[in-house]
Nanobody, 119 residues
Framework: QVQLVESGGGLVQPGGSLRLSCAAS????????MGWYRQAPGKQRELVAG???????NYPHSVKGRFTISRDNAMNTVTLQMNSLKPEDTAIYYC?????????????WGQGTQVTVSS
C-alpha cells in the first residue's frame, strides 16, 4: 500500500532553516504529483509547495522565495527546504502524493512532522 513517511521537523529560531524529507513507498513515484501542506492549530490545512511529475513547482505567496521543493525520483523522496523561517510557519507539515486524474482533491497523506519556529 502507499506509505509516506516525513522527517526533519523540529524547533528552530526565527530566521533559521529546516529541511523536511518525505520517503514514499508502494507507488510508482515518478508518476505522482507531490505536495507539502501544513496545518496550524485552529487553521485549515494549506498547500505550501507542490511539484509535478515533470518537476514544475508552485508556491503560495506566503512562502515564495523562502521555501524550495524538490524531488528525487530515483530515491522516491521529496524534500522541502525552508529558509528564513518565521513564527507563523509553525505548524504540522504533511506530505501528499496524488496521481494525476485520480478522484478527489488530495491523494495519500503522511503522518506529519511538527515544525516550531520560536525564540
Amino acid at each position: 500500500q502507499v506509505q509516506l513517511v516525513e522527517s526533519g521537523g523540529g524547533l528552530v529560531q526565527p530566521g533559521g532553516s529546516l529541511r523536511l524529507s518525505c520517503a514514499a513507498s508502494g507507488i510508482t513515484f515518478s508518476r505522482y504529483m507531490m505536495g507539502w501542506y501544513r496545518q496550524a492549530p485552529g487553521k485549515q490545512r494549506e498547500l505550501v509547495a507542490g511539484i509535478t511529475s515533470g518537476g514544475s513547482t508552485n508556491y503560495p505567496h506566503s512562502v515564495k522565495g523562502r521555501f524550495t521543493i524538490s524531488r528525487d525520483n530515483a530515491m522516491n523522496t521529496v524534500t522541502l527546504q525552508m529558509n528564513s523561517l518565521k513564527p507563523e510557519d509553525t505548524a504540522i507539515y504533511y506530505c501528499n502524493a496524488k496521481l494525476p486524474g485520480s478522484p478527489g482533491s488530495y491523494g495519500t497523506w503522511g503522518q506529519g512532522t511538527q515544525v516550531t519556529v520560536s525564540s
